[in-house]
């Protein structure tokens, strides 16, 4: 990544909305095992789902237990959003659930709310992992709750 690409991707969240996003994961997190995390980068050289898929192994979020993590990719200056659930939550949550989850997101995104469109798709996604991955008490967390950033 080059240092061009880098400030565009800083320039993003500020550091008090990427404490805020933080917060928004340990609390969607709080009531299930399921793992949601986020991705920033400043482009995608493939087709962004392809490049989503990658991220989601890179991070490990095929090793939950239970299947349930969740991805926001967001490629910055490519102006793309990809949410990618693994299996386990994808098999239980409605056919349409990350479409309508991506349309809430853009919706902040375009009126230039970036910080809560991330936390409302992050909550949505709680959400549903509490309805189907509820908490136990030997949960752990089983990823990072940081932004991660490429």
């Given amino acids: 990544m080059c240092i061009r690409d880098r400030s565009k991707v800083e320039d993003f969240l500020s550091a008090e909305a990427e404490g805020d996003i933080i917060e928004a994961i340990r609390t969607a997190e709080k009531n299930t095992s399921g793992e949601v995390r986020i991705h920033l980068e400043a482009h995608s050289e493939?087709?962004?789902?392809?490049?989503?898929?990658?991220?989601?192994?890179?991070?490990?979020?095929?090793?939950?237990?239970?299947?349930?993590?969740?991805?926001?990719?967001?490629?910055?200056?490519?102006?793309?959003?990809?949410?990618?659930?693994?299996?386990?939550?994808?098999?239980?949550?409605?056919?349409?659930?990350?479409?309508?989850?991506?349309?809430?997101?853009?919706s902040q995104f375009k009126e230039g709310n970036m910080e809560q469109g991330l936390i409302d798709g992050i909550l949505m996604a709680g959400e549903q992992l509490k309805k189907h991955f509820p908490y136990q008490k030997d949960d752990k967390n089983e990823l990072p709750d940081d932004i991660s950033v490429g």
Avoid: C
Avoid at 48 to 73: C, W
Avoid at 85 to 96: L, T
């Fill in 46 to 106: 493939i087709d962004p789902f392809e490049r989503a898929a990658e991220v989601f192994d890179m991070l490990h979020m095929n090793n939950t237990k239970q299947s349930n993590g969740v991805l926001i990719y967001v490629a910055v200056e490519d102006r793309t959003l990809v949410i990618l659930g693994d299996s386990g939550i994808n098999d239980v949550v409605a056919p349409d659930f990350w479409e309508s989850t991506k349309d809430t997101i853009i």
